[in-house]
């Protein structure tokens, strides 16, 4: 199917998210949409399928003009949207939520359903357990049950918003040998993200999008030059971490044992120095989400001690760990990290609350100001932050930390930031070490690892390597050891 869209223009209030953006997207192909947090790519693409209304301009579905009132309606036509955050029902399972708005009525044939499930599966190499409940899915087995779904209903062109922020390396090469298919049965793939290197290597056109407007288009292969230049501006340089003096321990880990009902870390000793960036690398549930719980005082560790300076911090409460100077950053932002609902402003009434009743709404409102300048927030103080863009959500929950932090953890701490948003933030970081807070933080992305970490702990089902020394480390060495290679 055919798209074009002709001048669409959308507001919100004084803030063009789109501002006379104009496309044409030829089936069979994958076109990529690229542009910074905040660009307007994912306004379109909600413009595009019905979750939203332009204010102006026109949508055209292989040379007819639509009126998209709904997302139901848009799949009708044959438009889905696979959103950053999969919409989908966890309490459900796998099957249910394949039947969920079909058009089958309250009687829908669920064996057919059930055997469509198996064949999309067998095509696209999906594993998913029909009877499976969502809830105990990854991130990456969700995205496959809603391609599945969208194409149950008919769709042909299959819309993805930054589908690789929360996935695996293994589960990102399925879903683009998925995506690949598709576009070579003739379907239409939109792929719409701020990596320059997954672009690069999956799509065959790309648009460039940059404060609502369409700066540029390329045919792929491209100099990356040229990406970055229409994308920012500007070329943009990247920086390793430098060598900083470490000084005393911060952190003591003495042969701790930390568990939950799926997995266990077994007798895990290591020393945690100020200035310290240690980074935790492994697939997806491995054991480091469970580290940095038990580090935050989230997860009380089973066996062993833990210990921040001289404190002896095992079995304390979650608020002592707040007032030994330890913060946390999830990766499931508005789940565990921001209340959705609440301004930018109250989230930093809460934050800097200094009594339990009254808040100081003037300052409240002032430092909300400060912070966005700061953290370079695409938003204002009365924005509520589920209306942010994801990477606008992760500088809101950093600007939001304490300034007199010894220790922080954090779960893919740039997941959903282009490339001048993460060269930003990590010199903000870095310059908090200089002042000796230590950082431990977990990540898919091995040159994030390399690059910003003094060490690094490698896990593979609850199994631990290291610390390794990230300078002496190469990719695939680091490769190897999270595919299990070099464990006993």
């Known amino acids: 199917m055919k798209v074009e869209l002709r001048n669409i223009h959308k507001h919100f209030g004084p803030v063009r998210a789109n501002d006379g953006i104009s496309l044409l997207i030829e089936p069979g192909t994958i076109h990529g949409i690229l542009g910074e947090n905040g660009a307007g790519k994912s306004t379109l693409m909600k413009v595009l399928t019905g979750f939203i209304f332009a204010d102006s301009g026109e949508i055209v579905l292989d040379g007819r003009p639509v009126a998209l009132t709904s997302p139901a309606e848009a799949v009708r036509l044959g438009v889905g949207m696979l959103h950053q955050d999969p919409l989908d029902f966890p309490a459900l399972r796998v099957l249910d939520n394949l039947l969920v708005g079909s058009p089958g009525g309250i009687l829908p044939d669920r064996a057919s359903a059930r055997q469509a499930l198996q064949d999309l599966c067998t095509q696209f190499d999906f594993k998913i357990d029909p009877d499976a ?78 404060r609502g407007k369409l700066t540029g288009e390329a045919t792929m292969p491209c100099p990356t030059e040229r990406l970055v230049q229409m994308m920012f501006g500007q070329v943009i340089t990247f920086k390793k971490r430098e060598a900083l003096p470490l000084g005393d321990p911060i952190v003591t880990l003495d042969r701790v044992t930390v568990s939950d009902w799926r997995l266990e870390v077994n007798d895990l000793s290591l020393e945690l120095l100020a200035g310290q960036v240690i980074g935790l690398a492994g697939l997806e549930g491995s054991g480091q989400r469970l580290l940095l719980q038990a580090l935050g005082g989230l997860l ?79 938003g204002t103080p009365t924005s509520p ?101 070099g464990f006993a």
Request: glycine share 8%; aromatic share 6%.
């Open 133 to 210: 409940q969502v809830a105990s899915l990854s991130i990456g087995e969700r995205q496959q049950l809603e391609i599945a779904r969208l194409l149950w209903l008919g769709v042909r062109v299959l819309i993805l918003d930054e589908p690789t922020t929360a996935i695996s390396a293994q589960q990102r090469a399925k879903l683009f040998a998925a995506l690949r298919k598709l576009a070579a049965q003739g379907k239409t793939v939109i792929f719409v993200s701020h990596k320059l290197e997954e672009v690069e290597d999956l799509c065959t056109q790309v648009s460039v999008m940059a």
């Open 300 to 378: 009380r560790p089973t066996a062993g001690h833990i210990r921040i300076g001289s404190q002896d911090m095992t079995n304390r409460a979650y608020r002592v760990y707040l007032q030994a100077g330890v913060a946390y950053v999830p990766a499931n932002r508005l789940a565990e990290g921001l209340v959705a609902g609440l301004t930018v402003t109250e989230h930093v009434a809460l934050a800097e609350r200094k009594q339990p009743f009254l808040v100081n709404w003037q300052q409240a409102g002032q430092t909300a100001v400060a912070r966005i300048k700061q953290f370079n927030i695409k």
């Open 385 to 485: 932050v589920e209306a942010l863009s994801g990477g606008n959500q992760q500088r809101t929950l950093l600007g939001l930390l304490p300034l007199n932090l010894r220790l922080l953890l954090m779960e893919q701490p740039t997941r959903g930031l282009d490339m001048e948003s993460i060269e930003y933030i990590w010199g903000l970081l870095q310059e908090r070490t200089r002042a000796g807070m230590a950082i431990v933080f977990a990540s898919a992305d091995l040159d994030e690892l390399l690059d910003r970490s003094d060490h690094l702990l490698v896990f593979f089902g609850g199994r631990v390597v290291g610390p390794l020394d990230s300078r002496l480390t190469t990719v695939e060495q680091l490769g190897e050891l999270i595919g299990g290679k």
